[in-house]
């Protein structure tokens, strides 16, 4: 059976790998997605890579999370996300919680770890107290965790976690859990992700913008190019980190960013262009993608 993941940055490979797995079971695309990025989430050894339970805390020293799920079925579209969210590691699943069981499709901050209290999470302590000392050692890094699965069934659903860039302000938010700018899906389309510089990000929509180019008949490859070459051009020189992903429901993928080199937090390798990763149903295992900078 047809299936798809991609994935921002090497270190979402596990994740991709177990999205890729779940889809093969015929597990539903919004299940595999959550797998997926729950198994970073709750994993501290990836905390540099500013994501999950080990991830960048802000300047008060509290950890604060962003995540989001958007799928698509059909004609059918659901979003749901969480914002500076402490307390619960598995932020992903709180999103997924809003967007099936709340007339919200966004909660922040101590409304959010409110909410996810009522729905049966547990709030842990330590996720919850402040430790100011490890700000001091964190850098504001703008990686962001980013899965997007298509299954045989013509089934999307799109998937991102961050813990925000380090030393940030109490309460900020970047693009990651906002729709049209860390994450948008269509199932008539396709969908995209981003990962970058989220304060950047978020004044120019590219995943929405992926998206609808896509719809205008354009292939993955080329709807991204075509969104971070605008980007450049109406930065005039004053280029940010940005890195796109999208996929289309014809299990064609592409990725462009505006990375010249990348260095993985988890094993020191340098990438000359921006890494994704990629698993289909006819690969044994996810490979790593370069795209070179435009």
């Known amino acids: 059976m047809p299936c798809l993941v991609v994935g921002t940055w090497t270190f979402s490979r596990a994740a991709v790998a ?42 008060a020293g509290h950890l604060e999370l962003d995540a989001a799920l958007m799928e698509g079925r059909g004609l059918r579209m659901r979003f749901g996300a969480v914002t500076a969210l402490q307390g619960v590691p598995r932020a992903v699943s709180v999103a997924r919680a809003v967007m099936e069981k709340s007339s919200h499709n966004m909660l922040t901050g101590s409304g959010a ?16 107290t402040a430790k100011t000392s490890q700000t001091e050692k964190m850098t504001s890094d703008h990686d962001t965790l980013g899965i997007i699965a298509v299954d045989g069934q013509g089934n999307i659903c799109t998937g991102v976690s961050t813990s925000g860039s380090g030393n940030k302000h109490p309460g900020r938010v970047g693009d990651s859990a906002l729709p049209g700018n860390g994450l948008y899906t269509d199932a008539e389309v396709g969908a995209a992700c981003c990962s970058g510089d989220g304060d950047q990000i978020m004044m120019f929509c590219p995943s929405f913008r992926v998206v609808q180019l896509m719809k205008e008949g354009k292939k993955p490859q080329t709807a991204c190019e075509e969104v971070i070459s605008d980007i450049r051009r109406k930065c005039d020189g004053q280029i940010f980190e940005v890195a796109i992903v999208a996929v289309n429901m014809k299990y064609q993928y592409g990725a462009a960013s505006t990375l010249e080199t990348w260095k993985d937090p988890l094993n020191g390798h340098t990438f000359h262009g921006f890494p994704y990763v990629v698993c289909t149903d006819t690969m044994s295992e996810p490979e790593i993608k370069i795209h070179k900078t435009l």
Do not use: H
Not at 113 to 128: C, N, P, R, V
């Open 18 to 59: 177990t999205t890729s797995q779940c889809l093969q079971e015929n597990v539903s695309c919004t299940d595999a997605v959550e797998r997926g990025i729950n198994q970073i989430e709750v994993d501290e050894s990836y905390g540099p890579c500013v994501v999950g339970v080990g991830g960048f805390r802000n300047s």
């Open 113 to 128: 770890t409110t909410f996810a209290k009522e729905q049966g999470f547990t709030i842990e302590d330590s996720l919850m």
